[in-house]
Structures are given as C-alpha cells and as structure tokens.
C-alpha cells in the first residue's frame, strides 16, 4: 500500500538496468509513493537493458550520462531540474562495475588499469555526484543522496576482488562529503549496504549462488530481497529521516551482526 511519502519529491537514480536490479525496483517504489524523477546510466548501459519499459511505467524522462564524465553529470543535473521544474530532493547512486572481476582476475594478479576502472566507476563516482550537485546547487535543503554499498568493505569475501576497496571507498567519501553538504546545504548523505541480491551485476560475481545461499543462512532474518531494500530507500528519501546522515546503514537481515547461526551449525554438523 501506498502513503504518498515522496508526494512533491523529484530525483535521480543511476543504475537501473532491468527488472531486477535494486535501482529499478526503487523507482517503481518511488513512483508509487508519489516521487517524479529522471532515469540515468551510462550510454552503453542503456543499449544494453530495458530502461525504456520502466520509464514508459514510471512518466519518467532517460537522460544518458556517464557517471565517471562531470561534464556529463553537470548536464545531467542541469537538464534534470529543466525537466522536473525545479531543484532535487534525491538522489540515489546504484553503480558498480569491476573489470577484473568480469573477466576472472586473480587477486593477486590484477590489471592495475582495470583496477582503477574499478575504483573511478563504482567509487570514485559517487564523490562526482556529489561535487557536482553541490556546484550546480542543484539540491533542496534536507534533500537525501544514497549510494548503494556492500560488507565487503569491512570483511573478506575471496571473489569480490578489487571491488571491496571502491565500496570502502564509496563508503568513505558519503562520511566526508556527507559532513560538508550537510553544514553547506542541509542535505543527508548515507549508504545502504544490502544483502547479497540477486541482480545482473551479483550474479556476475564467481560463486554467487553458493554465498548467496551461505548469507541466506547466516542472517535471522534471511536475505534482504530488492523490494525491501527498495522501500528502505524510499523511508531515506522521505522526511521521516531528516537527521540520519554520514551513516552505513546495514539492510542485510542481521547478518552483519550475527557470528554464527543455527542454520549454519546444522550444515556444519552433516
């Protein structure tokens, strides 16, 4: 059921691909509870998903934008408030991309060009977002920037490869940046770290379903799915959490507090 939470909101999102990935999700939720928004990813991104179908669903405008270009992403913000008639109350940044992972890269033996790649796209970016919003003074006050982000930041998982330091990165820069937009412009910066899910960009990643599978059981509450992470998100855009800034939010079904569980204990014990 829909409350009409985002009733006046207008946004962004980056990042959805398909009708699976988090960021589509979200935008329906946000749609549903009365948001208007712009749809964004990266040209080759474009041709390669269904954007077209969810923006059709959601009245929503595609302006193509590469997220690592800030000639692109001033653009981007710039024609965004022309099409939404006004400044912006969210952003949400869904964006993760790891050449050495893609073809198989040992961690030991990384491409180091690649490893940048990974670095500039799905962390470095986010920092861009946010510096260019700022310049182009494109965001309301108490408006909500999120990045989407991962534990792997924190622990070891052997075949998340390089794309543990862009997510710690990631995870840094909306601390930093979150203390400066909130004393220059009352807007909140968080990210949301979310359980293993899965979308084209998870099960890209060797041995997803087995540690798809391990989370499942080692969470109480179970793997978070899409639709719920899409609907956290919803609450961070909303102004029922005005004062919750410069936080890692865990959306992860308790797993990341949780040593060992029951389910486990019982697969050991076989």
């Known amino acids: 059921m829909a409350h009409q939470l985002l009733e006046g909101k207008k946004g962004i999102i980056f990042?959805?691909?398909?009708?699976?990935?988090?960021?589509?999700?979200?935008?329906?939720?946000?749609?549903?509870?009365?948001?208007?928004?712009?749809?964004?990813?990266?040209?080759?991104?474009?041709r390669m998903g269904t954007i077209n179908d969810l923006a059709k669903k959601c009245?929503?405008?595609i302006i193509p934008a590469d997220a690592t270009n800030l000639e692109d992403l001033a653009l981007l913000f710039e024609q965004s408030k022309e099409t939404l008639g006004g400044k912006l109350d969210f952003v949400l940044h869904s964006i993760g991309m790891s050449p050495n992972v893609r073809k198989g890269k040992d961690y030991g033996d990384l491409n180091y060009d690649w490893f940048l790649k990974t670095l500039d796209v799905s962390g470095i970016s986010f920092h861009k977002v946010l510096q260019i919003a700022e310049k182009t003074e494109s965001m309301n006050e108490w408006g909500s920037i999120l990045a989407l982000t991962y534990i792997a930041?924190?622990?070891?998982?052997?075949?998340?490869?390089?794309?543990?330091?862009?997510?710690?990165?990631?995870?840094?820069?909306?601390?930093?940046?979150?203390?400066?937009?909130?004393k220059n412009g009352k807007v909140r910066v968080n990210t949301?770290?979310?359980?293993?899910?899965?979308?084209?960009?998870?099960?890209?990643?060797?041995?997803?379903?087995?540690?798809?599978?391990?989370?499942?059981?080692?969470?109480?509450?179970?793997?978070?799915p899409a639709e719920d992470c899409a609907n956290y998100i919803v609450m961070m855009f909303s102004d029922y959490t005005?004062?919750?800034?410069?936080?890692?939010?865990?959306?992860?079904?308790?797993?990341?507090?949780?040593?060992?569980?029951?389910?486990i204990i019982a697969e050991l014990s076989k």
Do not use: C
């Not at 935008?27 to 749809?39: C, N, P």
């Not at 960009?201 to 969470?219: L, N, R």
């Not at 005005?242 to 389910?263: A, C, K, P, W, Y």
């Open 153 to 182: 930041a924190q622990r070891t998982f052997p075949d998340y490869g390089d794309m543990a330091q862009a997510k710690a990165v990631l995870e840094s820069i909306a601390r930093s940046y979150g203390y400066r937009f909130a």
């Open 242 to 263: 005005r004062r919750v800034t410069m936080q890692n939010l865990m959306h992860d079904g308790g797993f990341s507090s949780s040593g060992i569980t029951e389910e």
């Open 59 to 61: 009245e929503a405008e």
């Open 192 to 224: 949301i770290s979310q359980s293993p899910t899965m979308t084209t960009a998870g099960t890209g990643v060797p041995g997803f379903d087995v540690f798809f599978d391990y989370a499942d059981k080692m969470s109480p509450l179970g793997n978070a």
């Open 15 to 46: 990042g959805a691909l398909d009708e699976n990935s988090i960021a589509w999700k979200t935008a329906e939720k946000i749609y549903e509870e009365g948001g208007r928004f712009v749809l964004t990813n990266a040209p080759i991104a474009l």
